[in-house]
């Protein structure tokens, strides 16, 4: 697992922006979407966003492995990832909302990604195609060693053989409060389902902050 | 993981550093989900067009630093810079809301149960045939 290295924060931006009073601005909630490559992710924040998703790139700085430290300074390469980006307001809840969904890929050098999208996050779901079950282990992990709640999400591709979510829950080695459940990405209400679901499992989640978890830093803090 | 150091990459970060004439670093701390509003202000003379257009978007409606880079087409980073451009020009703001968190001084805090509340009780009623699981516990 490549470790992704620390940046160092601009000196500069040390300051938190001024920001001004608007009254009737909904109240933004963030929830990331995870998953393997091809789980239906876009598919996922597409069918309840307002918006079509967009594709959204950023660099992430990691150590280039199996180079030697010069100087105490690693050698570092930038690569380029892509996330999604999807939002819906709510504006029938007793507060006015605003959902940001984040849909990431989950690979290991996603992590500091997930770091930035996690923080003030209600969860997570973690999108499974059980084809390639093996691709949900890490967001797994990830989530579980942070402390964010999150819920497993078993996207039912036709054809693909059909496993019970306590299938999925053991192969995972899931604690028995992680919420699994099926869902088509491509549905709505479905996908609305899996939220709920989250939203509730935070609700009983006790209320601790996202913790970083060890040899992990994070990126412009 | 491999290098993916290719020429396509390469005049990715060329035509990024001309855009924020060489800047690395936002001057702001702005997230990832960081909402812009329109702002009182003008950006400078000689800005970049993508100021414009940053400005259009969030005349229109909110934005949050991941939509408009998005819209963009432009790396989040390249972005957060000029974006701190224009709130140093006051022609972007950041709405304040009420706070998501717990506690308000905590960004790291989770959302309150009040909010989550709120928040379930929104999704319900905008997808009434949608349903929680609810886990034992
Ligand atoms: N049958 C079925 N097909 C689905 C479902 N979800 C997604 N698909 C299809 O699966 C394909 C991949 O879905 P995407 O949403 O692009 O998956 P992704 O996770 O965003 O993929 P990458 O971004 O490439 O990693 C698309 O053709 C979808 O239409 C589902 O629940 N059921
Ligand atoms: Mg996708």
């Given at each position: 697992?490549?470790?992704?290295?620390?940046?160092?924060?601009?000196?500069?931006?040390?300051?938190?922006?001024?920001?001004?009073?608007?009254?009737?601005?909904?109240?933004?909630?963030?929830?990331?979407?995870?998953?393997?490559?091809?789980?239906?992710?876009?598919?996922?924040?597409?069918?309840?966003?307002?918006?079509?998703?967009?594709?959204?790139?950023?660099?992430?700085?990691?150590?280039?492995?199996?180079?030697?430290?010069?100087?105490?300074?690693?050698?570092?390469?930038?690569?380029?990832?892509?996330?999604?980006?999807?939002?819906?307001?709510?504006?029938?809840?007793?507060?006015?909302?605003?959902?940001?969904?984040?849909?990431?890929?989950?690979?290991?050098?996603?992590?500091?990604?997930?770091?930035?999208?996690?923080?003030?996050?209600?969860?997570?779901?973690?999108?499974?195609?059980?084809?390639?079950?093996?691709?949900?282990?890490?967001?797994?992990?990830?989530?579980?060693?942070?402390?964010?709640?999150?819920?497993?999400?078993?996207?039912?591709?036709?054809?693909?053989?059909?496993?019970?979510?306590?299938?999925?829950?053991?192969?995972?080695?899931?604690?028995?409060?992680?919420?699994?459940?099926?869902?088509?990405?491509?549905?709505?209400?479905?996908?609305?389902?899996?939220?709920?679901?989250?939203?509730?499992?935070?609700?009983?989640?006790?209320?601790?902050?996202?913790?970083?978890?060890?040899?992990?830093?994070?990126?412009?803090? | 993981?491999?290098?993916?150091?290719?020429?396509?990459?390469?005049?990715?970060?060329?035509?990024?550093?001309?855009?924020?004439?060489?800047?690395?670093?936002?001057?702001?701390?702005?997230?990832?989900?960081?909402?812009?509003?329109?702002?009182?202000?003008?950006?400078?003379?000689?800005?970049?067009?993508?100021?414009?257009?940053?400005?259009?978007?969030?005349?229109?409606?909110?934005?949050?630093?991941?939509?408009?880079?998005?819209?963009?087409?432009?790396?989040?980073?390249?972005?957060?810079?000029?974006?701190?451009?224009?709130?140093?020009?006051?022609?972007?703001?950041?709405?304040?809301?009420?706070?998501?968190?717990?506690?308000?001084?905590?960004?790291?805090?989770?959302?309150?149960?009040?909010m989550l509340a709120?928040?379930?009780?929104?999704?319900?009623?905008?997808w009434p045939d949608?349903?929680?699981?609810?886990?034992?516990?």
């Amino acid at each position: 697992m490549p470790s992704p290295t620390s940046r160092p924060d601009d000196p500069a931006a040390a300051l938190r922006t001024p920001s001004r009073p608007h009254s009737d601005a909904p109240t933004v909630l963030k929830i990331v979407i995870a998953g393997g490559f091809g789980a239906g992710k876009t598919t996922a924040v597409g069918a309840v966003s307002e918006i079509t998703p967009l594709s959204t790139e950023e660099y992430l700085t990691e150590a280039s492995t199996g180079v030697d430290s010069l100087e105490g300074v690693e050698a570092k390469q930038t690569t380029t990832v892509a996330f999604d980006f999807g939002r819906l307001s709510l504006p029938d809840a007793p507060v006015p909302l605003e959902l940001f969904l984040f849909g990431t890929p989950g690979q290991d050098r996603f992590v500091d990604l997930w770091y930035d999208l996690s923080r003030g996050a209600v969860g997570a779901v973690v999108l499974i195609d059980t084809r390639r079950l093996e691709t949900s282990f890490t967001p797994v992990s990830f989530f579980e060693d942070i402390g964010l709640p999150f819920v497993v999400a078993v996207n039912h591709f036709d054809g693909a053989h059909r496993y019970q979510p306590e299938q999925v829950r053991a192969a995972l080695e899931l604690p028995a409060c992680v919420p699994v459940v099926t869902c088509d990405a491509r549905n709505p209400s479905d996908v609305a389902g899996v939220l709920l679901t989250l939203v509730g499992h935070a609700e009983n989640a006790p209320a601790t902050p996202v913790h970083p978890a060890p040899n992990a830093t994070l990126q412009d803090a | 993981m491999s290098a993916r150091g290719d020429a396509a990459e390469d005049s990715t970060f060329v035509r990024t550093y001309t855009l924020t004439r060489g800047r690395t670093r936002p001057r702001h701390l702005l997230g990832l989900d960081t909402v812009l509003d329109a702002g009182p202000g003008r950006p400078g003379p000689g800005q970049a067009e993508e100021c414009e257009e940053i400005l259009a978007l969030c005349r229109e409606h909110r934005r949050s630093v991941t939509e408009l880079a998005g819209r963009l087409g432009r790396p989040v980073t390249a972005v957060k810079i000029l974006v701190s451009d224009l709130l140093d020009a006051d022609a972007l703001v950041v709405p304040v809301t009420a706070p998501y968190a717990a506690s308000g001084t905590d960004a790291d805090a989770r959302p309150s149960l009040q909010m989550l509340a709120a928040l379930s009780a929104g999704l319900k009623r905008k997808w009434p045939d949608a349903i929680a699981y609810l886990q034992a516990g």
